[in-house]
């Protein structure tokens, strides 16, 4: 390693730090500030050039004193120590610990930069997991391997959604559960302390890394927290064959401390202000989930994304739609109703489900299941349209079993409590149940196979 250091800095603005006179810098490159007041400040290299290099500073240049500031290239990538004892610790975003115990002392470091997988190595997400959430098992089953986000809105229940799931996600031909790597981005201090308190209280703590950036710290070290989390997740997946699941939240704050960096770097604002690689910087990320060839380990991740005025057109959501396989889309109309979890079923989507259920995944009738629900709750809210139109008095008959099913639906499919762990076999069982009220004519979707080993005549 070959230490520079410099006393040249000759600008701060926004996080970030200009340094000139330093040749032969490279990108990506370590750097420790030394203040005025002898304090030290973490950074890393984001633009070099012959005359003059670009840091970001994570603590932020608030006080600064330029003439005594000293720049030192440590001439090594921000790396991270990994080791199994990294499961039941909290970190920050460069891997320092938060919960008042020693550092990870391992001779194996990493640096967390990372890469997308390699396609080539690739290999098809499937196996079903079970989330013991009947809106995402039953109709957007998520599989090993996958990336799923969770799209919410200001003040929907995303960290308690995400919280059960955590808790509750498993394989069902496996005995073992998943490892969990939680990375939170500008959290509140609440927020934090929930997390942990759920983690705690449900004994999954001891498989859970958290990494942890609140709303007071840093911005820029959201840019750096998510990378650390998938680093630790690639050694626990691909290291000690573990499967992981990686929960991001929030990525608009990720994605907010992005677009105030690239605007303090003067990079050319694309949509709302954001910077034209929003795309490619996001997929860096998500392209670091899934499984690899003669590899027992995986990575699923499901990201939580807020849309601000609850738009799903806003750039963050939209551009995470293209790159990941699916949303789970929570809706402000059933969490005013007292819904949980407010999972709107229409817009949710799980591309890669039907390569994970079926006679040998969940149950042969799973997959017919699933479009014969969708079907008759697309009729159902097309009935509840008519009804605000011309009243339920006015429907027909065969209306009003549309009616009575999707408040049926919402209340009991959709809602749930949240401690309630539905096995598959009691979701694929419940829509039955509620499948029962129509005539079998009227279950056009289902193999006659299907009707006679589920329906029960009775309930129509």
Not at 167 to 190: C, H, N, P, T, W
Request: charged share 25%.
């Amino acid at each position: 390693m070959s230490i520079k250091e410099y006393r040249t800095a000759v600008e701060a603005r926004g996080g970030l730090l200009v340094v000139r006179h330093t040749p032969n810098i490279a990108f990506g490159d370590r750097v420790h500030i030394e203040d005025h007041a002898g304090h030290i400040r973490n950074g890393q290299v984001i633009r070099a050039a012959d005359d003059e290099v670009l840091i970001l500073v994570f603590e932020g240049t608030d006080d600064l004193d330029l003439e005594n500031t000293w720049v030192r290239f440590l001439d090594e990538p921000i790396e991270i120590a990994l080791s199994p004892e990294i499961l039941g610790r909290e970190f920050d975003g460069l891997g320092v610990p938060r919960d008042g115990r020693p550092p990870v002392l391992s001779s194996l470091r990493r640096p967390v930069g990372g890469s997308a997988i390699n396609p080539a190595a690739r290999t098809y997400p499937r196996e079903f997991i079970q989330t013991g959430i009947a809106t995402i098992d039953g109709l957007n089953s998520l599989v090993r391997g996958q990336k799923l986000p969770i799209f919410s809105g200001s003040g929907l229940p995303h960290n308690r959604l995400a919280a059960q799931i955590v808790r509750q996600a498993k394989l069902v031909d496996e005995s073992s559960s998943f490892s969990i790597v939680f990375a939170a981005m500008g959290v509140s201090y609440a927020d934090a302390k929930f997390f942990r308190d759920e983690f705690a209280n449900s004994g999954v703590l001891r498989n859970v890394v958290m990494f942890v950036n609140l709303a007071d710290d840093p911005p820029v070290e959201r840019l750096t927290l998510p990378r650390t989390a998938l680093t630790a997740a690639e050694y626990l997946a691909y290291d000690l064959d573990r499967h992981v699941l990686v929960v991001l939240t929030d990525m608009t704050n990720y994605a907010e401390a992005l677009r105030e960096v690239a605007t303090a770097k003067g990079d050319v604002p694309a949509r709302k202000g954001y910077p034209g690689y929003l795309y490619s910087d996001l997929a860096e990320l998500y392209e670091r989930c899934g499984r690899i060839h003669e590899r027992h380990g995986s990575i699923t991740m499901m990201p939580v994304v807020s849309m601000p005025s609850d738009d799903i057109t806003h750039p963050i959501p939209d551009l995470t739609g293209y790159i990941t396989e699916g949303q789970i889309v929570l809706s402000r109309e059933l969490h005013n109703q007292g819904v949980y979890p407010p999972v709107n079923i229409s817009p949710s989507l799980s591309r890669l489900m039907k390569d994970g259920i079926g006679k040998d995944d969940t149950r042969e009738d799973h997959p017919r299941v699933a479009a014969q629900l969708y079907a008759l709750y697309a009729r159902a809210q097309e009935t509840r349209n008519l009804a605000s139109i011309i009243g339920a008095d006015e429907l027909s008959e065969r209306d009003r079993r549309y009616l009575t099913f999707a408040d049926a639906f919402d209340q009991r499919f959709v809602g749930q409590g949240e401690t309630e762990d539905r096995s598959i076999e009691a979701t694929l069982n419940l829509a039955w149940e509620l499948m029962s009220h129509f005539p079998r004519d009227m279950l056009t979707r289902l193999k006659e196979t299907d009707l006679a080993k589920y329906y029960r005549e009775s309930e129509a």
